[in-house]
């Protein structure tokens, strides 16, 4: 292959995947999740965690400890990070980190359109967005009326603006619920996020691409999944489901016909990937869900990415892994505070 | 025999028959007391035992609830700001009746539902199945919450008749033990 990205990747991204490379190798590892679990108190699991990298995040914090304050930390430290990385990066890098951000970026969108709509305080929704989802227009959202003035005004600048239009015209932006509209724009997104990696072609294109096809399929299942039952039709699960993943077009129609659990796993298992992450699935109390099972696949495939090298897939899967280990330690810390240790061990584990 | 409670009469045949007929009537309304008294004294006995199991039985369901908010955060992610920003209107509310015991009445609280689920779509594409769970888990919460205000609500209501009436008999022991 004369692609050859090790010829010319590290003259703009060499300093940045080696640092992401240091960042992956300070992940806590089995033994520290022993440990972690082996706390009787919220002050232990501060102790713990300063022999990891994570030093003397608490530091500053008053008593008592909560979890939720755990929480805002290593949030702030995850973003610090990948504030760093973003701002030393070039392109086309910085455009892959606009897609990765653009995620949260639809979570904080959904969040003050909701919030202005009800005439809410515009700082206080400020404050519950995710850090990482910042785009400059955010304060300018109590201007609007009703959601097609919010997009025409201030939206429309966003990197959000091209899922927008895929999505709807304005006139029907004002009645959609506001869940729909959320998976509507994940869908859009993981799609364009799909296009470009594939266009950017090389090692890239071959980490990423199953990565988010992945994404798009578990997305396509779960979505299936917790439509049972509720007043959500056929047409509109279908409407929802990402088309860049293995399942398009005829498992994404075979699907969208589903009627329980069981007619789901038959069409998982007309793929060759799918079919043993259903058969590892507890049936009801006590096994592993389906979601934890999807969990532990999407870790596995973060952590192989670090497998190959001269490609961004690393940046995307040190964020994923990171994430996962701060909802972990999240998990940990709840079980120990609320004094309800039977399970305990159901984090994901990483490493 | 002396003493404050000594009653003038002027000794006349008629005045024995009056004074039986007042005695009897005075026997029966002591007696009626302690019915009043004794009903009151059972259905409070009843509710302090009620109290007491279901205070018990919310410590559990509590935490249990407590707990599969944790476990629904864990999957799905932070959503209680999409959950508090979407409250519109109670999907359980209560209903006060009247009971009567005794005389006494006692309010009564009834939950019922009405209207749909608004939150039926969250979690639909991370978590549903814990949302689903979190939701069963505090619903059970307030339906016991809603029985526990119940009964506490009747205990005061309870309580001073139950005093009163007691009181009314003891007293009326007294008189009668003396005459």
Redesign the interface.
Known sequence: MLEGAEFYFNVDHGYLEGLVRGCKASLLTQQDYINLVQCETLEDVKIHLQTTDYGNFLANETNPLTVSKIDTEMRKKLCREFEYFRNHSLEPLSTFFTYMTCSYMIDNV??LM??AL?K?SVKE?LV?CHPLGRFTEMEAVNIAETPSDLFNAVLVETPLAPFFQDCMSENTLDEL????L??KL?KSYLEAFYKFCKNHGDVTAEIMCPILEFEADR?AF??T???FG???SKDDRET?YPTCGKLYPEGLRLLAQAEDFDQMRRVAEHYGVYKPLFEAVGDGSGGK????VF?EHEVQMNVLAFNRQFHYGVFYAYAKLKEQEM?NI??IA??IS?R?RT?INSYIPIL | MSGKDRIEIFPSRMAQTIMKARLKGAQTGRNLLKKKSDALTLRFRQILKKIIETKMLMGEVMREAAFSLAEAKFTAGDFSTTVIQNVNKAQVKIRAKKDNVAGVTLPVFEHYHEGTDSYELTGLARGGEQLAKLKRNYAKAVELLVELASLQSSFPGLNVPLLISSQSWMRGSEKSSIG
């Not at chain 1, 619920?177 to 729909?180: G, K, Q, R, Y």
């Not at chain 1, 869900?289 to 934890?292: K, N, Q, S, V, Y």
């Open positions: 959904i969040l909701n919030g009800q809410k929704i519950k619920n506001i869940e729909l959320r998976n994940y997305r779960i979505i999944l917790n439509s509720t007043e959500l929802l869900t389906l979601e934890d969990y909802r999240v998990w709840e079980c609320q309800h399970k």
